[in-house]
Structure formats: structure tokens, C-alpha cells
């Protein structure tokens, strides 16, 4: 029996109908462009976040965390915009979405465990969406992880839970690759149409490895600054004329921040442009097995999202700076940023030197020590039990 159902059974006093898991997720490169209409290129973690889950014939939502150790209580019936306050916002904002499409989801009981460190920028409020969204999905016969197409919709009511339940306006790459990524491939993401492709990600045979380093800075994605760029964005497309920055074709750039009423606007907007062109890139480089151009292009896009982005922070940049400095091809913030995490790509030989270097790097300026941990790709959200 796995701990969530363990857990369940101690706190909703039987055992689960059953137990379904979604992964955290990386970020290749492409960040801060999926709301606009851009390219992504995240990975599925090894690390997921399972929902042991009954149904109930009522409408309520008692929900259990193992990280908060609390269980919530939420009437689906006062589920919206800012209610429930919390994590719960998370979870209860599902199933409402669910039933905003018109699905037959009542109440659950619910037990969720996270091996997705929370706020670290890899994903663990999608981790969670989608896992509880599985759950509902098995438990009321949504038939939502049945093809891709389903798994897109479902991945839509998630990023609604997020959006507007939660209030966090971030865009929908965590949920598409929580639901749509494959082992052993980056998802290409194109969140202007929604298209994906399976991009083969096996650094093993290139003797490499995909070095995490989570901060333990902190990260908070609804304190308004992610919201601020997202704003800033809009205001770019709606002077340059375009629904999304998406539209702004790269061999143009300069003449359409000639066109901008303010440095902030020029500088996101040659953030966006030139990250959705480094995505194309990094996509051609890995299918030419050229690893060199692709920490070329992690090196490039933490330098845009530092300098023209502003969504970096000390922490990010030391440990960027470190493990370049042990050997890595290259490294950037990977997630919202404001803290969370970094990844670089490592020899496999020098992995051990770049965790040495940049946990020696925080120890001198007085850091809480980062943990590192090297990733692999995994597989979506799906039933476990
Ligand atoms: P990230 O998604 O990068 O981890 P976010 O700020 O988007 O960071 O989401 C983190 C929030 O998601 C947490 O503060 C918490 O509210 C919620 N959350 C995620 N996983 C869990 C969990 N297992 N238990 C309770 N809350 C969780
Ligand atoms: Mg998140």
C-alpha cells in the first residue's frame, strides 16, 4: 500500500477507490512563454505528487495534505474566485472547473503527498491539479487520461483552478506537461494552438546529466510580479497591433521595439521574442545531438530572463554561475523565477564537482545550503492503484 493510501485510510478512516499521481516538471527552456502564445520545452520530473481518493455522493471536499499535515473542508458549492483561501485552492478549484464543464463530480475524500518540493518552481501546484484532476477523472468516469485530446481538456480545467480559484495567473505549461509529457522526450509545447511534439531527451548515451539545483529561495508566484509581466506583455502586443507577442516575427524584432512606449515594454517583449527562437533552436540542437549549443542556449536564456525579464535573483545567478564555473555547457532559472530552481547541463564526470561548487558558492555567502539532484524524464499523470 503507497503512504497516500496508508495516510487515507488513518484520516478518512477506509481504504482509497484508488490512487492516481502526476509529475513536477523542468522547464528546458522557453520561460514566460507560454502566455504568450509562445514555445515551452519542459520535461516530466521522476518526482509526483499522489492523490489517494473516494468518492463521496455529497458535494463536500475533505482534502488531506501530508506536506501541510491538515485536512481541509470545502462545500463545492462555495468554490470561486479567492474561496477557498490556501492550498485547498488548488484542489477544490478541480473539481470546480470540472463542473463549470459540465462533468458529474461530486465530493471526495482525498489524501495527497508531494514529492515535488513545494515552491521551488518545479511545479508542484500542477503536480497537484492534475493529480487531484486524475483522481476525479477515475472516480466519476470523466474519461480524461484516455488520449491526448482529453488530457488537454483536463489540463485546461486545471489551469482554470489556477488562474482563477487560486488567483496565481500563470500560463498552462506546468499542467500540459504534467499531463501530456512522455519518458525519455522533452514535450515541445505550442501554446498558441496547443500543439505538442515529442522531442527524444536521453542525455545518458551523451554521457550527460540534467543537473537540479532547488534554491530553497523564496518563490511566490501570486505576489503580483508574475502578474506584472504578463500585464507588461499584453500592453506590448496591444502597441505592436498583435494578439500575442507570439506574433512578432524575430527578423523584425528591433524595428518593433523601435515602436514601444517604454524600456520595460522593449526589454520583455525582446525577452519573449528572442525565447521563443532559442526554444526552436534548443528543439533542432537535440535532435542533432548537439549538446554544446544547447547549454549555449540555457546560458543565453538566464542572461535574458536576468537582465531584460527581471525575474531572477541572487540566488539563481550563483548557482547559474557555479556550475558553469565546474563545467556545465550551461545553466539558467528554470519556472516563474523569484527563486526556485536552476538547471545545468553537466558532463556526467563533473556533476559531482558543479553540486561541490555550488553548494561551496551558498556556504560563502551565508545560504541555506541548495539541494541538488540530477533528473531524468518521466512519465505524465496517470492511475497508480
Ligand atoms: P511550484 O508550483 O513551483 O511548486 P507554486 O507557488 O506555483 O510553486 O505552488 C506552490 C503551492 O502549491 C504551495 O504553496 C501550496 O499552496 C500548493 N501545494 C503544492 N503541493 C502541495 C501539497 N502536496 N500539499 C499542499 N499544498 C500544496
Ligand atoms: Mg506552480
Not at 485552492?89 to 464543464?101: F, K, P, T
Request: charged letters at 25%.
Amino acid at each position: 500500500m503507497t503512504s497516500a493510501a496508508t495516510t487515507h485510510r488513518d484520516v478518512h478512516g477506509s481504504a482509497p477507490e484508488g490512487v492516481w499521481s502526476a509529475p513536477g516538471r523542468v522547464n528546458l527552456i522557453g520561460e514566460h512563454t507560454d502566455y504568450n502564445g509562445g514555445l515551452a520545452l519542459p520535461i516530466a520530473l521522476p518526482q509526483r505528487t499522489t492523490a489517494a481518493a473516494s468518492p463521496r455522493t455529497d458535494d463536500l471536499l475533505r482534502v488531506h495534505s501530508v506536506q501541510t499535515s491538515e485536512t481541509v473542508e470545502v462545500d463545492l458549492g462555495t468554490v470561486g474566485p479567492g474561496s477557498p483561501a490556501g492550498w485547498a485552492a488548488y484542489v477544490a478549484g478541480v473539481l470546480w472547473a470540472l463542473r463549470e464543464d459540465g462533468h458529474p463530480v461530486r465530493g471526495m475524500d482525498v489524501t495527497v503527498t508531494s514529492e515535488v518540493p513545494l515552491g521551488a518552481g518545479l511545479s508542484s501546484s500542477a503536480a497537484l491539479e492534475c493529480a487531484v484532476g486524475a483522481a476525479a477523472s477515475g472516480l466519476f468516469g470523466l474519461d480524461l487520461l484516455g488520449d491526448d485530446d482529453a488530457r488537454s481538456r483536463l489540463a485546461t480545467a486545471c489551469v482554470r483552478a489556477e488562474n482563477e480559484v487560486a488567483g496565481a495567473a500563470t500560463g498552462g505549461m506546468d499542467q500540459s506537461a504534467a499531463l501530456l509529457c512522455r519518458p525519455g522526450s522533452a514535450l515541445l509545447l505550442d501554446c498558441r494552438d496547443g500543439a505538442t511534439e515529442h522531442v527524444p531527451f536521453d542525455l545518458e548515451a551523451a554521457g550527460m546529466v540534467l543537473l537540479v539545483t532547488d534554491t530553497r529561495a523564496s518563490h511566490a508566484l501570486n505576489d503580483g510580479q508574475y502578474e506584472k509581466r504578463r500585464r507588461a506583455c499584453e500592453a506590448a502586443a496591444a502597441e505592436l497591433g498583435v494578439a500575442s507577442l507570439r506574433e512578432v516575427d524575430p527578423a523584425g524584432l528591433d524595428a518593433a521595439i523601435d515602436r514601444l512606449s517604454t524600456d520595460e515594454l522593449r526589454r520583455r517583449t525582446r525577452h519573449v521574442v528572442t525565447e521563443i527562437e532559442r526554444v526552436r533552436q534548443a528543439v533542432a540542437a537535440l535532435r542533432a545531438d548537439d549538446l554544446d549549443e544547447v547549454g549555449r542556449l540555457f546560458t543565453a536564456s538566464h542572461a535574458s530572463l536576468r537582465d531584460d525579464y527581471e525575474v531572477s535573483c541572487d540566488e539563481l545567478d550563483v548557482a547559474v554561475e557555479a556550475a558553469e564555473g565546474a563545467g556545465a555547457l550551461g545553466a539558467r532559472m528554470t519556472g516563474g523565477g523569484f527563486g526556485g530552481s536552476c538547471i545545468a547541463l553537466v558532463p556526467r564526470d563533473s556533476a559531482d564537482d558543479a553540486v561541490t561548487a555550488v553548494r561551496a558558492a551558498f556556504g560563502a555567502r551565508g545560504w541555506e545550503e541548495p539541494t541538488c539532484f540530477t533528473v531524468t524524464a518521466g512519465g505524465p499523470a496517470a492511475r497508480d492503484a
